[in-house]
């Protein structure tokens, strides 16, 4: 069963503090994406790695930054969160291909104070 | 300005009933076109994927329509079920080939569907 998983489902967070959000998943897939998910708004695409240490900004990466060492592990590292970047923060990895499968992570909900 | 929109952004259906959700899209060229259900708290998950070759696609009780002259795809959901509540997301990806990168789909804000008893 086709498995990608988060490090938390909720986070709290002050203001000023850095954060790391993990991913992992067990699937040897190449693309791996971070999003954040706002009421209204759709998901929003802040990177996306197509192999390890290769990563490419998304249309929100302003105030994030990625990680990628191992091929199923992909984090998102918040440098100084904000509490504007409260929010719902999914992960996803794609096989190959522009037809491939796109699994989700269970989320994390993340809260700045 | 999104280059996919929904519609409605949110429906109440009686269990049993049918309901159709619409999706337009600006998105050029066009590559494919996905529909995700998400439940609440959880991420979303794939109903289907669907080219420019294809119009219709099924997944059990739901069913997936592409006009791609049109840019408009409809889901069509049968004799809803409680579990049918959740969050329909619309996915549209360009082609790859002609965008600096393929790893941008653009979703839609979705529908949100309650089915009651």
């Known amino acids: 069963d086709v498995k990608v998983t988060q490090s938390s489902r909720y986070l709290v967070k002050r203001t000023g503090e850095k954060v790391f959000l993990e991913c992992v998943q067990d699937?040897?897939?190449?693309?791996m994406f971070w999003y954040r998910q706002d009421p209204g708004l759709g998901l929003r695409l802040i990177y996306f790695?197509?192999?390890?240490?290769?990563?490419e900004k998304g249309d929100i990466p302003e105030g994030y930054s990625v990680s990628r060492e191992k091929k199923e592990r992909f984090s998102l590292i918040l440098e100084s969160a904000s509490t504007n970047q409260t929010s719902m923060y999914l992960c996803?990895?794609?096989?190959?291909?522009?037809?491939?499968?796109?699994?989700f992570g269970p989320g994390t909900r993340l809260t700045v104070t | 300005k999104n280059q996919v929109e929904q519609s409605p952004q949110s429906l109440i259906i009686l269990e049993g009933k049918n309901c159709t959700l619409q999706?337009?899209?600006?998105?050029?060229?066009?590559?494919?076109l996905r529909w995700y259900k998400q439940d609440t708290g959880r991420g979303p998950v794939s109903l289907t994927i669907?080219?420019?070759?294809?119009n219709t696609k099924s997944n059990g009780r739901y069913t997936a329509t592409l006009d791609a002259d049109t840019k408009q795809s409809s889901l069509h959901i049968t004799a809803s079920q409680l579990s049918d509540s959740a969050s329909y997301i619309c996915?549209?990806?360009?082609?790859?080939?002609?965008?600096?990168?393929?790893?941008?789909?653009?979703f839609g804000a979705g529908t949100q569907v309650v089915v009651t008893p």
């Open positions: 996803a990895s794609q096989g190959t291909g522009r037809l491939g499968e796109q699994y």
């Open positions: 699937m040897d897939h190449e693309n």
């Open positions: 790695s197509y192999d390890v240490k290769m990563k």
């Open positions: 999706c337009n899209y600006t998105v050029s060229p066009f590559s494919n």
């Open positions: 669907m080219t420019f070759s294809e």
């Open positions: 996915v549209v990806s360009a082609n790859p080939m002609t965008t600096d990168s393929w790893g941008k789909f653009q």
